[in-house]
């Protein structure tokens, strides 16, 4: 075991040999030119290089220590055992300080960031989340009603009905389509956040005294542009159901909640305002991510797709669609999305967005030094990989004795940082997912071969691809019609 001490981390970054960085592996140490591996890593980060260099890499560069941790059993020591070290966030100086972003997701872990988590609590918890199942369920009954008119249009379908689950709990919306405005602009205000954020993107972000540019310099306008997206996005919706309440005529959701509770403190609606909008850019492309990887899962794997869709046709039959409240009986299905979740997770390390954490304190781990104000990334895609045949798609891995770690316990994120919303994408997963096992069959394009491809983006998801998606019965088409004539939503 290579042997990483305090002074020997200052030694090598204050040391002499500057060019150099130092990458610790519990089997070897290896030493790379700092400039051109961390770059690397900014520009091109390689999460299969990182694991294999071991449980822990660390890089160091540009002013900046970077740790990835590449285990479940020491991200649980890190990040759940030492949650006062481990939970707070990077400083995000363009986005953050600069555009006035000021999303939960974000915060660094403290009081503001505790009163956020609160007011999402309220809609997201375990009990809270029951009062969603018809919604989600409708929704999905809408989508798989028009995947069944344009199944070459799956992929807008199903991001449609992610965005439309998160509006409706947050502002009580029905959106129509994906150009409903609320939509547009979140679209765009998640576009600039997830470029803002990749870095090198700002250089502010690496030399901080930048921020300090005049309005002229062009990343300034370039910033003060994006802002005034950025809080119609945020603003605008609030503002509307604030209205509505007023007329009396505003639909159940967080934000009327919020409203009608009737503290006009303006700290208190600007923190109300920014938790709600918070649902949307965390909720949707994960969540539509995910069920884009189960649709690719399933033309790869047609035993699998036939052994969930014969369980769902045992419990359920074949007069009624699938309710969430059928999830503790259909357990196969579970296994397959948790084997979609484990197969690709969706915020995965060389996406910097996986929202990567910062160390509050200086801290040792076994023989190791980790500085304060490191930015330690959780590197799921590592963890997902901790099973034989990682690459196989195969849910009955969680069926039996020994089955891997639970993925709802890495995919989300650990510790006090969990996602907020894995009770509600856990109900929004199944609905949409088993709905569209009732009901079709998906298959390669015939005479075309399937090659998963994931993008690399900040919510990382299969690259754009065709499939046949096929009804499974004339029986199942006219059950996709009569569930969708009982929608109460957006009626
Ligand atoms: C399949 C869908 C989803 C996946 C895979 C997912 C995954 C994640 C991950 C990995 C994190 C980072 C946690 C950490 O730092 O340890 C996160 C944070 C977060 N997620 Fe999700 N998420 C999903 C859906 C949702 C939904 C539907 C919502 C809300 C409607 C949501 C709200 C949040 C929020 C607010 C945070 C920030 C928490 C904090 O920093 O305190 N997520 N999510």
């Known amino acids: ?61 540009l002013g900046n220590s970077v740790l990835i941790v590449n285990s479940l059993s020491s991200v649980q020591e890190l990040f759940e055992k030492r949650w006062n070290i481990y939970s707070h966030r990077p400083i995000f100086t363009a986005v953050g300080e600069l555009m ?45 009603k028009d995947i069944l008119e344009r199944s070459d249009e799956f992929s807008r379908h199903i991001r449609l ?21 609320y939509i547009e602009d979140n679209e765009e205000t998640m576009d600039i956040i997830g470029r803002a954020m990749t870095p090198g993107a700002f250089l502010c972000d690496l030399i901080s005294i930048l921020k300090y540019s005049p309005s002229w310099v062009p990343f300034q306008r370039q910033i003060k542009k994006s802002k005034e997206v950025i809080d119609r996005t945020v603003y605008q919706p609030y503002i509307d159901v604030k209205d509505q309440v007023e007329r009396g005529t505003a639909s159940p959701s967080l934000a009327t909640n919020l409203i009608t509770a009737g503290d006009s403190d303006p700290e208190i609606e600007h923190r109300n305002t920014w938790a709600v909008s918070s649902l949307y850019g965390a909720g949707t492309k994960t969540t539509a991510s995910t069920v884009h990887t189960f649709v690719l ?77 490191t930015i330690v990334f959780p590197n799921i895609w590592a963890i997902s990989r901790e099973t034989p045949d990682p690459e196989n798609f195969d849910p009955d891995r969680f069926l ?82 009569r569930r969708a004539t009982e929608v109460i939503i957006g009626t």
């Open 1 to 61: 075991m290579l042997k990483y001490n305090s002074t020997y981390c200052k030694r090598s970054v204050r040391g002499k040999n500057r060019t150099r960085d130092l990458a610790i592996s519990q089997n070897r140490t290896e030493y790379f030119p700092r400039t051109v591996r961390y770059v690397d890593y900014l520009f091109t980060p390689n999460w299969i290089e990182f694991q294999a260099k071991g449980d822990l890499v660390y890089l160091h560069g």
């Open 100 to 144: 006035g972003v000021d999303q939960v997701a974000l915060m660094p872990y403290g009081e503001e960031w505790r009163e956020h988590r609160k007011i999402t609590y309220a809609a997201l918890n375990p009990r809270a989340v029951k009062a969603w199942h018809r919604a989600q369920e409708d929704l999905a009954a809408i989508m798989i």
């Open 161 to 181: 009905t992610a965005s439309r689950i998160v509006l409706y709990i947050g502002y009580g919306v029905f959106a129509s389509d994906m150009e409903d405005p």
């Open 297 to 373: 899962a399933m033309a790869l794997n047609p035993a699998v797709q036939k052994q969930a869709q014969s369980e769902i046709d045992n419990v359920v039959g074949t007069n009624r669609m699938p309710t969430i409240s059928d999830m503790p009986n259909l357990p196969y299905v579970r296994a397959l999305i948790k084997e979609t979740l484990r197969w690709h997770p969706t915020r995965i390390i060389q996406s910097k967005i996986t929202i990567p954490r910062r160390t509050a304190q200086d801290d040792s781990y076994g023989n190791y030094f980790i500085p304060k104000n």
């Open 400 to 481: 039996g004795s020994d089955a891997p770690a639970d993925p709802f316990n890495y995919a989300f994120g650990v510790g006090r940082r969990i996602c907020t919303g894995v009770y509600l994408a856990e109900n929004s997963v199944f609905a949409m997912i088993s709905g569209i096992l009732a009901s079709f069959d998906i298959a390669p394009v015939a005479g075309m071969t399937l090659v998963p491809k994931f993008t690399q983006k900040h919510v990382s998801s299969p690259e754009p691809f065709e499939c046949s998606i096929t009804s499974r019965s004339s029986g199942r088409v006219e059950l996709i019609a």
